[in-house]
């Protein structure tokens, strides 16, 4: 079984620019949700995708926006970075809904200069 | 709100040195208290899905417990390799999503 994977790994950016951050989701998993982890906090939940649809955000802008694919793969997308958006992104699979447990990718480390 | 509260922040145990780790939390109609370890720069790693008070889960030197308002992470004579941030998350009945505190930084010493 094949766990959650996310790409790139690590990505530098700068202030003003777009990013897109891809998510794999475990096999046999339609839910997907995207945290935010600034260094020495808990993630911070951004929103989440139930076959395709978002089915929930939380306190973050508009210019974070996402996609969730047939095969239930994942897209995070940030506009106009800004220095604060500098963290460690992370996906997170369930098998149905919100109320399952999530597992999590290891995550996309960004820097924004 | 939802509201979840880890302490302490950090913790320094000497390898077998016993301790529990508090996890308070303040949500509307509980659906799941979880529990994660982290390791630096890696994602989050399940550990314990509780639902209900008075329910305990065991995992090797670990076990979890949860009442009303807490949730306790004991662990039984750690190991350096148990070293790591203890995250725990609750969803509650309102939200759709997992509200996380803001973890514990376990260090054990050999």
């Known amino acids: 079984e094949t766990g959650v994977t996310q790409s790139p790994t690590h990505l530098i950016k700068t202030r003003g620019q777009q990013v897109t951050l891809r998510c794999s989701s475990q096999?046999?998993?339609?839910?997907v949700s995207w945290y935010q982890q600034a260094l020495g906090q808990g993630p911070q939940f951004i929103f989440q995708?139930?076959?395709?649809?978002?089915?929930g955000r939380g306190n973050f802008p508009p210019r974070f926006s996402g996609l969730q694919f047939p095969n239930y793969s994942s897209e995070l997308n940030v506009n106009a970075l800004e220095l604060d958006d500098s963290a460690l992104y992370l996906c997170?699979?369930?098998?149905?809904?919100?109320?399952?447990?999530?597992?999590f990718g290891p995550g996309t480390r960004l820097l924004v200069l | 709100e939802d509201q979840v509260t880890q302490s302490p922040e950090a913790l320094r145990l000497q390898e077998g040195e016993s301790s529990s780790l508090n996890c308070s939390y303040t949500?509307?109609?509980?659906?799941?208290l979880f529990w994660y370890r982290q390791d630096p720069g890696k994602g989050p790693e399940f550990l314990f899905t509780?639902?209900?008070a008075g329910e305990e889960k065991e995992k090797e030197r670990l076990k979890a417990t949860l009442t009303k308002k807490e949730s306790f992470l004991h662990i039984t004579a750690p190991k350096p390799e148990d070293s790591a941030t203890y995250l725990c998350?609750?969803?509650?009945?309102?939200?759709?999503?997992?509200?996380f505190g803001s973890g514990t930084q376990l260090t054990v010493l050999p």
């Open positions: 995708y139930y076959r395709e649809e978002e089915n």
């Open positions: 997170a699979s369930a098998l149905s809904g919100i109320q399952e447990t999530q597992y």
């Open positions: 096999s046999g998993h339609n839910t």
């Open positions: 998350a609750a969803l509650s009945g309102s939200a759709r999503q997992l509200t």
């Open positions: 509780l639902y209900s």
């Open positions: 949500v509307s109609g509980l659906r799941g």
